[in-house]
DNA sequence: CCGTTGACCCTTC
DNA sequence: AGAAGGGCCAACG
């Protein structure tokens, strides 16, 4: 849909503010939804300097191993997850498992 | 307009 | 299986 071509920033916004509780997503899949699969960094690089009112403690690295420029470290952003009810085991998430795959992906 | 940077990803040793 | 290096894309100065 272009009605208005929103920009990347604002697209990862949009994707990160609809990732439900419970779920997690990794950078890249989320660049990839925004329409760059290899600007995964760009993602990262929102997420510190974008919205901090956004659930980024559910997006996590591609391998499940969690962020580190999270506030507090890996540690935080382990603590944050499991008060969302994800189990965290050696600061890395079942990636796999609790990956949220969007349905009607454009 | 060009160069640098970044909450990453992928390939290879 | 774990560790290291290079690369891609977009935003900021």
Avoid: C
Avoid at 15 to 21: L, T
Avoid at 33 to 45: N, T, Y
């Amino acid at each position: 849909m272009q009605p208005n071509d929103p920009d990347f920033r604002d697209r990862v916004y949009a994707i990160v503010a609809s990732i439900p509780k419970g779920r997690l997503m990794t950078y890249g899949q989320i660049a990839a939804l925004a329409g760059s699969p290899r600007a995964a960094r760009i993602v990262g690089g929102v997420a510190h300097f974008g919205d901090p009112s956004l659930p980024w403690q559910r997006v996590v690295k591609k391998d499940g191993s969690l962020a580190e420029g999270y506030p507090g470290g890996t540690e935080g952003h382990a603590a944050a997850l499991e008060a969302e009810g994800v189990s965290v085991t050696d600061y890395r998430v079942d990636i796999a498992r609790l990956v949220w795959l969007p349905n009607g992906v454009e």
